[in-house]
């Protein structure tokens, strides 16, 4: 209070100091005639205390005690407590307001100095308007009660505006509070930059608001790009067509920044509004290396069930033979088992050079034992040193006759052949079942990531030929399918060139093997037609 009133003192003393008519008054004969009228008019018209006017011998020109008119400031004295000094600083051309004891008591005072034309040349003399304490702090007890009352008002209604205020600011935070929002925010942090999978998430407006490490690492990213459009970044996102249509778009494979990416998309839905959309970003790549060795594993857990069912049965009958005492049946039996599995053993090695191949063919034997099917490698299968294609070609091989086996499984014939051999630098490999082929118009879809004319028994479906394309294509060759009799699906990679110490060449393509095998086909083909 004691602050704005110094503040309105020293306006008004500016306001009197520029007055025309007191800076000509200075010059009349009788100063105070015209200057002491208009300084009681000022003081009653602002509510001043007083307003006094003096020259630079500090002689009153005004006063609101008449008998001090014309007497100096130091007349009567100064009490004790006040600065003599504030009387002197005006007369050199400061302005200040100070809080001071006086004639009439102790006042609040603002001292101007008055110049003697608006150039502000020479000072003639100081004006000085102040404001009692006394009056001012007695109006202030008077209102104290008022004050008290609007300042509980407005404490209470501040008090039900906030609780009202945070009431919904709480709701829209779900009920947490600050700590718990915090803690959910770095723990969101930490889960955004700890998986495996790209997350880039959008507003509204397609402005992107979150990207984790993974996502920038798999589409090339720069950091600050939240809040850009994500047309602009991402072009092949797919989110805008997310936030347009509101549906969600599962395991879509697309090319992005020169990468195979498997996308998923969904709109983000908040009490029904929607608010934005979020996809996630899988190397196709990866997945389909997880998925390989994922096969490897089912492979080689099927053989080994397999082989035991088949070695168990075989057990139990040879020990009901023993047990009725026929043991020339139970050593027939033992020698006959024996011969067909020393048959596979020692047959394919010497046409097959590849032992990871080998094993695969042996263990599918086994499997196709077990499911009733008639299983055999093709007479014409003659395949040297696979020159780094070993684990391609036992992936794409043991797909294929796991998709024969599915193929003939319920057919009144299961039968399933598979050829593996080389020509012209190439290595071929076919798979033949009796199953009921590919209908054509499905023919173009049949390698499709999800696709499959199989049900859900047995698990997910529509993987295995789809990686037997990548796979394929990867190493530069090729897959194809056509129906004969059943599916017949053959697979042509390119033979790696391997040399010896020498430097020379042993890739194995040699004219006169060319010519046997395809006298070996020409064989078969009259064989399959005489039959």
Do not use: C
Request: proline share 6%.
């Amino acid at each position: 209070v004691e602050e704005q009133a110094g503040e309105r003192a020293l306006g008004i003393a500016q306001a009197v100091s520029l007055m025309p008519v007191i800076r000509e008054a200075f010059g009349e004969p009788d100063p105070p005639a015209t200057i002491q009228p208009l300084a009681e008019a000022v003081k009653q018209a602002a509510g001043l205390s007083f307003v006094v006017v003096s020259n630079r011998d500090m002689i009153r020109y005004s006063h609101p005690n008449p008998e001090l008119i014309g007497r100096s400031l130091k007349d009567p004295p100064p009490p004790e407590g006040a600065i003599p000094e504030d009387d002197q600083r005006p007369l050199n051309g400061e302005s200040l307001v100070v809080q001071e004891d006086g004639s009439l008591g102790r006042s609040i005072r603002a001292k101007v100095p008055i110049y003697s034309d608006p150039s502000h040349a020479s000072v003639i003399g100081a004006v000085s308007v102040g404001i009692l304490v006394a009056p001012l702090q007695d109006r202030l007890a008077a209102r104290l009660p008022e004050l008290a009352g609007s300042t509980l008002l407005a404490l209470l209604l501040g008090s039900g505006v906030s609780f009202l205020l945070s009431r919904h600011i709480k709701g829209q935070m779900l009920g947490l509070e600050p700590a718990e929002i915090a803690a959910l925010f770095e723990q969101r942090e930490a889960m955004l930059h700890g998986i495996r999978e790209g997350v880039v998430a959008v507003d509204r407006a397609g402005q992107i608001t979150v990207v984790n490490d993974e996502a920038r690492r798999l589409l090339g990213l720069p950091q600050g790009i939240e809040g850009w459009p994500v047309r602009e970044v991402i072009p092949d996102s797919g989110l805008p067509r997310v936030l347009r249509s509101g549906k969600a778009e599962a395991d879509q494979s697309t090319q992005l920044n020169g990468r195979a990416i498997v996308v998923s998309r969904i709109p983000v839905r908040i009490r029904d509004r929607l608010v934005g959309a979020i996809a996630t970003f899988r190397d196709q790549t990866e997945l389909e290396e997880l998925a390989r060795e994922l096969q490897g594993a089912r492979s080689y857990a099927d053989t080994l069930r397999a082989q035991s069912h088949e070695f168990v049965n075989k057990l139990h009958t040879i020990a009901g033979m023993l047990e009725l005492g026929w043991h020339d049946q139970a050593v027939a039996l033992i020698t006959q088992a024996t011969r067909e599995q020393q048959q596979w053993i020692d047959d394919l090695p010497a046409r097959i050079a590849d032992p990871r191949l080998v094993a695969l063919l042996v263990g599918k034997a086994s499997v196709a034992s077990e499911r009733g099917i008639t299983f055999s490698v093709s007479s014409r299968s003659r395949l040297g040193p696979t020159n780094g294609l070993s684990e391609v070609l036992a992936t794409v091989t043991g797909n294929l006759l796991e998709n024969a086996f599915d193929a003939v499984e319920g057919q009144p014939r299961r039968e399933v052949t598979v050829s593996l051999r080389e020509r012209d630098g190439e290595i071929l490999a076919e798979v033949r079942d009796s199953g009921p082929g590919v209908p054509r118009p499905l023919i173009g879809r049949i390698f499709e990531t999800g696709f499959s004319t199989k049900g859900t028994r047995h698990g997910p479906r529509g993987l295995g030929l789809a990686l037997v394309k990548r796979l394929v294509t990867q190493h530069g060759g090729e897959v194809s399918v056509r129906n004969d009799g059943g599916a017949v699906f053959t697979v042509r990679l390119r033979k790696k060139v391997a040399t010896d110490a020498s430097g020379f060449s042993r890739e194995t393509t040699a004219t006169a093997r060319d010519a046997d095998l395809r006298a070996d086909d020409e064989l078969e083909a009259r064989i399959a037609k005489g039959g």
